[in-house]
């Protein structure tokens, strides 16, 4: 007879009845040892009890959740799809565990912001410091991390909000996606770069420069591209492309190279006079920061925050 493949409240409600949260932790130690024994070290298990609990999962969800081959295990299909619930899991129960030591230790409350680092290095460090000063007794943790990491953290409630770029794909309720920020983007360089000095550039001018150039995937690189149309004469470029701001920063610093920045990400490093905008206007549609939201986000330390963010937003950079 053929095997009947269970219905997925089937499987459903069999996790809830037999699954173990050291079910959860384990299945995420093979992954990431890449082997039974290891994670059973790793979790303090002897490595029959792993192999035994592995053997129990899968028998509850009707499949292989990892396959064997010369060099360890590795995810199936199945296992893909798995782990990273049980990695969203146990970040969220680590984040729970947080919350309620922190509020024992005497935190009016906890708040998890996640940003991307356009996000933590120009709004939150304008508002952050402040909103502090105003709420000592609250608890304020800060994660930066990718988009695509983010929008995991809210949906697993490892932060309560986090500030990102609008998702590829629009959020469902209970999870929303608020503008909050606009943007553009800068063209920047070191302070004794000639472009600084020169009231209007051209394009020309711009072409005639070497660059560093965006990482592919972010937005900024689709700005570049459009400004260097195919078939025009190219920019040359410098060896080094990177997401690190530091990196950046030192690259223009040291050497005579143009970037392409988010002004969300820049802009207080120009203020601040470490390095220079070249007066260069890019008319180019660029998406601001908004804040992803999801059922945790109701909470007054998150209310606060948004007032907060807010009025930041209105507030000129100092």
């Not at 051209?202 to 937005?219: C, E, N, S, Y």
Request: aromatic share 4%.
């Amino acid at each position: 007879m053929p095997t009947v493949t269970p219905a997925s409240s089937v499987l459903y409600a069999r996790l809830l009845a037999k699954g173990r949260l050291r079910h959860l932790q384990l299945l995420v130690s093979i992954a990431d040892s890449g082997g039974v024994r290891r994670a059973a070290e790793q979790i303090g298990m002897s490595q029959p009890a792993a192999t035994q609990a592995l053997g129990d999962i899968e028998e509850l969800l009707g499949t292989p959740l990892f396959e064997r081959h010369v060099r360890g295990m590795r995810l199936t299909s199945a296992g893909r799809a798995v782990v990273p619930m049980a990695r969203n899991t146990l970040s969220a129960l680590r984040a729970s565990a947080d919350t309620v030591h922190a509020l024992q230790a005497g935190a009016s409350g906890v708040l998890r912001v996640g940003a991307i680092p356009a996000a933590a290095s120009g709004l939150l460090c304008r508002m952050l410091p402040a909103f502090g000063a105003r709420h000592p007794d609250l608890r304020i943790e800060v994660l930066e991390a990718p988009g695509e990491q983010l929008q995991a953290d809210v949906m697993s409630g490892r932060v309560d909000l986090a500030l990102c770029r609008r998702p590829a794909e629009t959020p469902v309720a209970p999870f929303a996606f608020a503008p909050l920020a606009p943007d553009v983007p800068w063209i920047v360089a070191g302070r004794r770069h000639p472009l600084v000095r020169k009231p209007r550039p051209t394009l020309d001018d711009l072409r005639a420069a070497r660059w560093t150039l965006p990482i592919q995937g972010l937005g900024v690189r689709d700005v570049f591209d459009a400004l260097f149309a195919p078939g025009a004469p190219a920019p040359a470029l410098h060896p080094i492309s990177t997401t690190s701001l530091p990196l950046v920063l030192e690259i223009l610093r040291r050497e005579r190279v143009l970037s392409l920045i988010p002004r969300s990400l820049i802009e207080p490093f120009v203020q601040w006079g470490l390095i220079a905008r070249v007066a260069f206007e890019l008319h180019s549609e660029f998406e601001g920061i908004g804040v992803l939201q999801g059922p945790q986000s109701d909470s007054p330390a998150v209310a606060a925050c948004l007032e907060a963010l807010h009025e930041a937003v209105q507030a000129p950079v100092a």
